[in-house]
T-cell receptor, first 114, second 110 residues
Framework: DTAVSQTPKYLVTQMGNDKSIKCEQN?????MYWYKQDSKKFLKIMFS???????INETVPNRFSPKSPDKAHLNLHINSLELGDSAVYFC?????????????FGDGTRLSIL | DAKTTQPTSMDCAEGRAANLPCNHS???????VYWYRQIHSQGPQYIIH???NNETNEMASLIITEDRKSSTLILPHATLRDTAVYYC???????????FGTGTRLQVFP
């Protein structure tokens, strides 16, 4: 069973489009995260939710909007996609914010903007 | 910014121990050392963490110096599947974030 699953695995789309990436965890964790890994392989946190509430909101363009319908799901919606949004986006989860040192990651969504 | 310094890359022969160093000379008393790895095309994977005592689990051992300014991750019998980028991360308690640096690219060769 996949603990943290992301869909889609690959996403190729045109500049200006709107797209969503979905993430689900079956670990019973309260806290979920979105990270971005750019072409230089730097991995940076974008958002974190704890039990459906936003607790970390890094300096990310407001074209990016996370949504957590329940604590097992954290989706990422991106409006007006730009070339610089091309990256691998990782979802992760941890039991709680205080245990954020031990996170379980999904295998990423590779977003390519044409 | 990452609070750790790691070599850019290392090689290790299959079956031998891989010793990955990490410098964290500005670590504070309440900060833990975490190790993750990222195998190509996969998400990061938690390996081990420690505060000041040495730690061992089924994946690896973590040796932290007495002054806590550096640590070494030991993979006792490296396999080809251990080829990955290894990240050493210093994180405080509470709700501190994980901040990934550039890591060490470990290549295990036959």
């Amino acid at each position: 069973d996949t603990a943290v699953s992301q869909t889609p695995k690959y996403l190729v789309t045109q500049m200006g489009n709107d797209k969503s990436i979905k993430c689900e965890q079956n670990l019973g964790h309260d806290t979920m995260y979105w990270y971005k890994q750019d072409s230089k392989k730097f991995l940076k946190i974008m958002f974190s939710y704890n039990n459906k509430e936003l607790i970390i909101n890094e300096t990310v363009p407001n074209r990016f909007s996370p949504k957590s319908p329940d604590k097992a799901h954290l989706n990422l919606h991106i409006n007006s996609l730009e070339l610089g949004d091309s990256a691998v986006y990782f979802c992760a989860s941890s039991p709680s914010p205080s245990t954020s040192g031990t996170q379980h990651f999904g295998d990423g969504t590779r977003l390519s903007i044409l | 910014d990452a609070k750790t310094t790691q070599p850019t890359s290392m090689d290790c022969a299959e079956g031998r121990a891989a010793n990955l160093p990490c410098n964290h000379s500005t670590i504070s008393g309440n900060e833990y050392v975490y190790w993750y790895r990222q195998i190509h095309s996969q998400g990061p994977q938690y390996i081990i963490h420690g505060l000041k005592n040495n730690e061992t689990n089924e994946m690896a051992s973590l040796i932290i110096t007495e002054d806590r300014k550096s640590s070494t991750l030991i993979l006792p019998h490296a396999t080809l599947r251990d080829t990955a980028v290894y990240y050493c991360i210093v994180r405080g308690g509470g709700t501190d974030k994980l901040i990934f640096g550039t890591g060490t690219r470990l290549q295990v060769f036959p």
